[in-house]
Structure formats: structure tokens, C-alpha cells
């Protein structure tokens, strides 16, 4: 039995990443954002705006532990999933874990050219202020995703390569 979760900073490709690493191995594959929209039949900005931050996370939390049930599954996690609660060291307890690891200027680079309001958390951040907002919040973030059993690192061709050999 697999279970593979991938943990990152917004805009490190989890998503992306995990789609290509599920239909390598033959597993599902089931991102945890998407699986609350779903669950909620709301968008993640919805509940943000609705239930705050600390509501988010207790929801974000409960449907971890939900779809942690499934088998032969790869796992993409929300940004911050690692860093509440117990969620990381829970992760590691019942699967293997990857961390996709981008530097701040790469994760700005693509996050700047992604669709704006989808994140509650970067909304109205442009230029130096999504920068110096990841750098913070990465620095923060960055001991929850380094206890991943993996790392996986480097341009977007190099963490490709790696995910799909
Ligand atoms: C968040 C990341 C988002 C989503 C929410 C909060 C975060 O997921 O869970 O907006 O705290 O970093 P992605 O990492 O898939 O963007």
C-alpha cells in the first residue's frame, strides 16, 4: 500500500507534481484544497472569508485526517497544512512524505503569474510585497516541511525529472 503526500509553499507545483507522480506509480491521486471545495461546495476563499483563518485550518485539519483513509493515493497538500496542529508529524505516521522546495524568488516568480484571488492569503500582494511575504512566511513554514522524508529541489525541469524517475 502507498501513501505519498506532497507538502510546499504555495505555487511549488504540488498539485501539478502530484498529477505526474499518481499516474507514474498507478495511484490516485487527490488534492486536499479541491477535496474541501467539494466537501463544502465553497471555494477556499468562501471559507476564509466566512469561518477566518483559524476556522480554515480546523476544516483543513478534519479532512486531512479524511482523506489520509484513502490507499494508493498521492496526497497534494495546501501550503500551510504542515504547519498546524500535529499535521506534519501525522503525515509521516501514515505515509511517505515529499516536500517540493522552490527558493523564494522562483515560488514569486510563478505565484506572480498565477491567477490573483485565488489565495485568500496572497490576495492584493504585488511585487515586493508577495516577495518579502513569502521569504517571512517561508522562513516560518520552512522547519514543518523539511521533516518530509524527501526533498525534492531545483528548477522546474530538475524536480520534473525527479518526481516522474
Ligand atoms: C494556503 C495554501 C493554499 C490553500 C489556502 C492556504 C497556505 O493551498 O490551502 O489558500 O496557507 O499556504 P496551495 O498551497 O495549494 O496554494
Same mark, same amino acid.
Given at each position: 500500500?502507498?501513501?505519498?503526500?506532497?507538502?510546499?509553499?504555495?505555487?511549488?507545483?504540488?498539485?501539478?507534481?502530484g498529477k505526474?507522480?499518481a499516474?507514474?506509480?498507478?495511484?490516485s491521486f487527490i488534492?486536499?484544497?479541491?477535496?474541501?471545495?467539494?466537501?463544502?461546495?465553497?471555494?477556499?476563499?468562501?471559507? *476564509?472569508?466566512?469561518?477566518?483563518?483559524? !476556522?480554515?485550518?480546523?476544516?483543513?485539519? /478534519?479532512?486531512?485526517?479524511?482523506?489520509?483513509?484513502?490507499?494508493?493515493?498521492v496526497?497534494?497538500?495546501?501550503? !500551510?497544512?504542515?504547519? *498546524?496542529?500535529?499535521?506534519?508529524? *501525522?503525515?509521516?505516521?501514515?505515509?511517505?512524505?515529499?516536500?517540493?522546495?522552490?527558493?523564494?524568488?522562483?515560488?514569486?516568480?510563478?505565484?506572480?503569474?498565477?491567477?490573483?484571488?485565488?489565495?485568500?492569503?496572497?490576495?492584493?500582494?504585488? !511585487?515586493?510585497?508577495?516577495?518579502?511575504?513569502?521569504?517571512?512566511?517561508?522562513?516560518?513554514?520552512?522547519?514543518?516541511?523539511?521533516?518530509?522524508?524527501?526533498?525534492?529541489?531545483?528548477?522546474?525541469?530538475?524536480?520534473?525529472?525527479?518526481?516522474? /524517475?
Amino acid at each position: 500500500m502507498q501513501r505519498i503526500f506532497l507538502v510546499g509553499f504555495m505555487g511549488s507545483g504540488k498539485t501539478a507534481m502530484g498529477k505526474l507522480l499518481a499516474r507514474r506509480h498507478g495511484l490516485s491521486f487527490i488534492d486536499l484544497d479541491s477535496y474541501i471545495e467539494s466537501k463544502f461546495r465553497k471555494t477556499i476563499a468562501q471559507i *476564509f472569508t466566512e469561518a477566518g483563518e483559524t !476556522g480554515f485550518r480546523k476544516i483543513e485539519k /478534519n479532512c486531512l485526517h479524511e482523506v489520509a483513509e484513502f490507499e494508493d493515493v498521492v496526497i497534494a497538500t495546501g501550503g !500551510g497544512a504542515p504547519c *498546524f496542529y500535529d499535521n506534519m508529524d *501525522f503525515m509521516n505516521q501514515c505515509g511517505e512524505t515529499i516536500y517540493i522546495r522552490l527558493t523564494p524568488g522562483h515560488l514569486a516568480e510563478r505565484l506572480s503569474s498565477s491567477r490573483a484571488g485565488v489565495r485568500p492569503l496572497l490576495k492584493d500582494k504585488t !511585487g515586493d510585497e508577495l516577495e518579502q511575504y513569502i521569504t517571512e512566511t517561508l522562513q516560518k513554514r520552512e522547519p514543518y516541511y523539511l521533516r518530509a522524508n524527501r526533498i525534492i529541489e531545483g528548477t522546474d525541469e530538475q524536480i520534473e525529472r525527479q518526481i516522474t /524517475n
